[in-house]
């Protein structure tokens, strides 16, 4: 199942998703050799992260929805059960934990747009969450996926930080794909795991 | 409103809990002049993160409650709500984010118990991911609350993993209050932030 978010971002449940039916079956796009076709930035994360834990490379996890919980009820004998919950935006970004010493800290975002990356897309708490972090010492920055383009790339906070300034003097509401291709770093997809971002963030940070 | 968890923690929602009734209401106790009385660990320690944070000292969050999403609805003209979820049993620990360049990481219990700390408190993967944590170099830790005697103790993992290695070698199920004495750091409550944890921290991991 799906789950749509106020913000528009969707939830992929721990459920496998039922397949297509064959009438909204699409037909194959050009881009049919690409293995990551159908997964979205969280789930390639997920993977990476996974890989990380297991190999011992690092420690960072996604953190959970934050949920207004109103009603909960307890039926004999079952697991209690939330039965009336609100989505709460989020205060902070959806990824941390440690590499290496560092804190790593971290928001995924995707867009379907080919020119450019919409800041709508970014909430002004994140941002402020991530000067914050950044003032601690911490490592943090953003992974943007252009689906349609298969691009990923690692946005450094001060680029965010430069384009959402601008924005509110009344400059562009988006950053065009020329400034990802000039000031941040793209990803190159891998075998296993196929988003290896801290190869990324290593090249970018420490080097 | 509270909100039993199914491993009993209790969760506090952010909307204030009505008032006790009269008829339900306890006659206070002789350690009426604390002035924490009816707080929990967990008010003192989101005091703690709000004012680190204000103050440009830490950056560090409670996540949020990890909830498997079965149902959402979306009425018309009003926010999607989750008519049905289950609590999920954290997979890392409470809290964490960055001080100083460091990475922090800790999980934080409170016992009603008056000698000693019940090991059923902590669950088996939170002890592997604190290891994982540690391994990793961040800086990693228990926050033990003895309620009814309004003591704090900062617990350092290898002393949890002692006990918790001779429970499973048939040892006792439970950390006895001396063994905080003797080997964990005691806080003492200041004023604001009354839970100064980070004190603690200083002194037990850069002393």
Redesign the interface.
């Given at each position: 199942m799906v789950?749509?978010?106020?913000n528009g971002k969707v939830?992929a449940?721990?459920t496998p998703a039922p397949s297509s039916s064959p009438s909204t079956k699409k037909t194959p796009k050009k881009d049919v050799s690409f293995s990551n076709r159908g997964k979205t930035l969280e789930d390639e994360l997920n993977e990476a992260n996974d890989y990380y834990?297991a190999h011992?490379l690092?420690?960072i996890?996604k953190?959970?929805?934050?949920?207004?919980?109103?009603k909960?009820e307890?039926p004999s004998r079952s697991?209690?059960?939330?039965?009336?919950?609100?989505?709460r935006t989020p205060?902070?970004t959806d990824y941390?934990?440690?590499?290496?010493?560092?804190?790593i800290?971290f928001e995924a975002k995707e867009t379907e747009n080919k020119t450019s990356f919409p800041l709508k897309n970014i909430h002004p708490h994140q941002v402020a969450?991530m000067q914050?972090?950044a003032?601690?010492?911490?490592t943090t920055f953003f992974i943007v996926r252009f689906s349609k383009l298969n691009r990923y790339f690692l946005m450094p906070l001060p680029v965010l930080q430069d384009a959402w300034q601008s924005m509110h003097n009344g400059g562009r509401k988006s950053i065009p794909l020329a400034t990802f291709e000039q000031h941040c770093y793209e990803m190159t997809l891998g075998y296993y795991p196929r988003l290896d971002y801290l190869k990324a963030v290593e090249h970018f940070y420490t080097s």
């Open positions: 789950i749509k978010y106020p939830y449940a721990q834990l011992k690092a420690v996890h953190k959970p929805v934050p949920l207004q919980i109103v909960v307890y697991a209690a059960v939330v039965r009336e919950a609100y989505f205060s902070t941390n934990g440690v590499w290496q010493s560092r804190y800290d969450h914050a972090v003032d601690q010492g911490g």
